[in-house]
């Protein structure tokens, strides 16, 4: 790609309004700077983070103080609901992993067996579709608040950054961990035969659970220092998308449980037996992901509810910055 | 129109600060954004790179900090406002007083210490 490509590419990054006013004017501080020659490395991240900046701020604009608005506080509960339902999505996942035909529909299972692998491929796309909602809505709040957000804002958006990441490369470490040390351990020993497993999960579960809430307190701290930009009715729409992809899950996953239920034996993993059998009796580990996802699902319609409603819908907060 | 601090968002002023260190620039005559860069280079050593130095400039615009003359081919010089100056006032007085601060607290350090510390303009 030619250098004066390159720039154009760059520049056609930022947004449509804000290219029509200093598009020129870039290009040619661009050519005074560097004239025909290929552009630093260091300058062409600079312009592509700042075009992303720039983006962002059409959702988001700096608050004036911590914030407390009704979106703002919507928008919070909603990353909190999010949070429950990946918590809650994780022990769901976990505990369906021993009923393996009613995840996926393997050839020869009975029709019938459709409803349960179809819920657990509706949570699994309804999920991801969530995941991309939670990015559109906190990566620009990130990046507002790191760019131009006050110092005790960056401040504090940057401890919980340290933290998430801490606790993010622990998880990951634990988890190679559990998987090189449970590669020789038998399958009998890994359902319920081995004490050393199971507490091995169980810590892993607590480290990922820290990790997410960890992740949440970022988005959590960039959304206080944000205000919704005035008239950004996307904030509003992808808050009301994602509090729908949130229910989506938690109603999949019970629709999951309830076809599970009318014949858990007949779902089980063949060679798993009568250890696997014995988790049908174990209501509370069927009914804990549930609950969370249920908790989830009720902090996200509040969110959204919260954002969207007319006295702090998005569209009805001011620029303050 | 009022004075408008350089930040209205409870941020203390940095003296790398990309919107200070623009219109510390201009408060000595319009400029575009190459003489901008260039001149902040000279003054304060720091070499703002063009999204850096755009983003500063809509955001003081926007503000009503600076203001755009016409065009001169691709260039546009921007010139301070009288807001701007205001802002850019209150700005370095906070620095002196981190200054200030900084100062006393040398002294006392090298009081402390019952070391005699080189100054910048010379000894204390």
């Not at chain 1, 559109?136 to 960056?154: E, M, S």
């Not at chain 1, 997410?212 to 950004?232: E, K, M």
């Amino acid at each position: 790609m030619t250098s004066s490509r390159t720039r154009r590419s760059l520049i056609a990054l930022y947004p449509a309004r804000w290219r029509r006013r200093y598009g020129d004017e870039v290009l040619g501080h661009l050519d005074d700077e560097w004239g025909t020659t290929r552009l630093p490395v260091r300058t062409v991240l600079d312009l592509a983070v700042a075009a992303a900046v720039e983006r962002s701020r059409g959702a988001f604009d700096v608050a004036a103080s911590p914030t407390d608005l009704d979106a703002t506080r919507g928008l919070r509960l909603l990353a909190w609901g999010w949070c429950c339902c990946m918590v809650g999505g994780i022990g769901f996942a976990k505990l369906a992993e021993h009923f393996w035909t009613a995840r996926f529909r393997p050839l020869g299972v009975p029709s019938g067996f459709a409803v349960a692998a179809a819920s657990y491929a509706a949570v699994q796309w309804v999920a991801a579709m969530g995941a991309v909602c939670l990015s559109l809505l906190v990566a620009p709040a990130v990046l507002v608040a790191l760019a131009h957000g006050g110092r005790v804002a960056r401040r504090r958006l940057g401890g919980a950054l340290a933290l998430a990441v801490v606790l993010s490369c622990l998880a990951a470490g634990y988890l190679v961990w559990i998987v090189l040390w449970a590669h020789g351990l038998t399958l009998a020993q890994r359902v319920g035969g081995s004490p050393g497993y199971d507490t091995s999960v169980v810590g892993l579960a607590v480290l990922v659970t820290a990790a997410l809430a960890a992740w949440t307190r970022v988005a959590s701290a960039a959304l206080r220092g944000v205000v919704p930009a005035h008239g950004a009715r996307s904030v509003a729409l992808v808050a009301r998308l994602l509090s729908l992809c949130v229910v989506g899950v938690t109603l999949a996953a019970g629709l999951w449980l309830a076809a599970v239920a009318v014949d858990a034996r007949g779902f089980l993993i063949p060679v798993l037996g009568p250890h696997a059998a014995a988790l049908t009796s174990q209501w509370p580990y069927v009914l804990a992901p549930e609950v969370l996802l249920v908790a989830g699902a009720v902090l996200a319609v509040r969110g959204a509810w919260l954002v969207t409603a007319p006295s702090g819908g998005a569209d009805k907060v001011g620029v303050t910055a | 129109m009022p004075a408008a601090p350089i930040e209205r968002r409870g941020r203390r002023v940095r003296q790398n600060d990309p919107s200070l260190l623009i219109l510390l620039s201009l408060a000595e005559g319009d400029k575009h954004g190459h003489a901008l860069a260039v001149d902040i280079a000279e003054v304060a050593g720091v070499r703002l790179g063009p999204g850096t130095l755009y983003g500063a400039i809509t955001r003081l615009e926007e503000r009503g900090l600076i203001e755009p003359l016409a065009e001169e081919g691709r260039r546009r010089p921007y010139r301070l406002t009288g807001a701007g100056l205001a802002a850019l006032d209150e700005g370095v007085r906070e620095l002196r007083r981190l200054a200030a601060a900084g100062d006393e607290r040398v002294v006392a350090a090298g009081r402390r210490l019952g070391v005699t510390a080189a100054r910048g303009l010379g000894w204390a």
